[in-house]
């Protein structure tokens, strides 16, 4: 729901009756996964999606009718269904869909969840999705707090536990319980959306190329700040798409926010020049960022290591540094090489080989690194570019 939310707020502040379709469970090459949302408004109007176009339609006419009855309804698209060429989905996977009417009575929290996600607070949705229970029943929970009602004190506990838990890693999906909320039942399906706060994009050196970085930075959901010690160059004008631009020297700025940093956290370095790049990398390297990249040719890097490594660097820290950054695409221009970069972010986080689709086989969609325990020192190392 957070790249629907304009459309969702407006549509919840005019007090109007919405459907909001939401997918909670894939299996397979699903075309998009859990969490991807789409909304249809009184008017028949459509925000989002939940298949990139697959089964938009079949959703769309499910969407009216919860408007119409008012009542929460599930469905389930795939290649096992009767109707699945008819509703388009050809991919070879399943679609879970909760598909959930919305205005200021269904959902009196929603107001205060837009507005978290708008602030970067984190929060959790979890609804009923099925079994015995309430199916749409819903809760919001906070780090410090949780309202609505699921249905009994016993499942709500259990579920305030869970959803904290996904909320601190960012997961979104199904948790399982008994009707009264065991843990050992799996009778009662319970979904829960988290919407922790965007992971953070730290681009050091504002140079031409950090224009375009943080602007595929933007568009893949980071939080994008750009640092500088120079004010000429660090400027919001040049920078329109990063969240933040800050005046100092790198080290200083990162060693200041360095408690903030997570294993979500990119970090690229495009100065290459060692009074910047080391310093930084000095401090980089103390956090858990999931993914730090060094912009230069290999002679740069290589003097970068040795200053690193004089610096008493070691140097299982200094292979997680990936210099040249980016994926080996052949990029030239700052557009080009920004791709590159957002490439390499893209595979470090899911764990794909960086070959052709076409050259490869099995399923299209992995799972994380991060969520086989990999983490990114331990990744094979991708082709580079020079």
Known sequence: MRDIRAAVADMYARGETFALATVIDTYHSAPREAGAAMAVGPGGEVAGSVSG????????????????????????????????????????????????????????????????????????????????????????????????????????????????????????????????????????????????????????????????????????????????????????????????????????FLGEIEAQIDERTAVCVLTHDPKFDVPVLEVALRTPAGYIGAMGSRRTHEDRLARLREAGIEEHKLARVRSPIGLDLGARTPEETAVSIAAELIQTRWGGSGRPLSATTGRIHTEPLAAAGVRDDEAVPAARSS
Do not use: N
């Not at 190329?209 to 959901?221: D, H, K, T």
């Open 53 to 252: 176009g697959c089964v938009e339609g079949a959703v769309y006419e499910l969407a009216q009718e919860v408007v119409a009855t008012g009542e929460a309804a599930r469905a389930t698209y795939g290649v096992s269904d009767d109707d699945a060429f008819a509703v388009g989905l050809t991919c070879g996977g399943t679609l879970h869909v909760l598909v959930e009417p919305v205005d200021p009575a269904h959902h009196p929290h929603l107001g205060g969840v837009l507005a978290d996600i708008e602030a970067h607070r984190p929060v959790a949705v979890a609804t009923v999705a099925g079994g015995p229970g309430r199916v749409g029943a819903r809760r919001v929970i906070r780090p410090d707090r949780a309202e609505g009602d699921l249905g009994g004190s016993r499942l709500e506990a259990a579920v305030d536990d869970d959803a904290r838990g996904m909320l601190a890693q960012g997961s979104t999906g199904i948790l399982r319980y008994g009707a009264d909320g065991q843990r050992r039942g799996d009778e009662l399906e319970v979904f829960v959306q988290s919407f922790a706060p965007s992971p953070r994009m730290l681009v050091f050196g504002a140079i031409d190329f950090a224009a375009a970085v943080a602007e595929i930075g933007a568009y893949l959901g980071y939080r994008v700040t750009v640092c500088d010690a120079r004010p000429v160059f660090a400027t919001a004008k040049r920078f329109p798409r990063a969240d933040e631009v800050v005046v100092k020297w790198p080290h200083v």
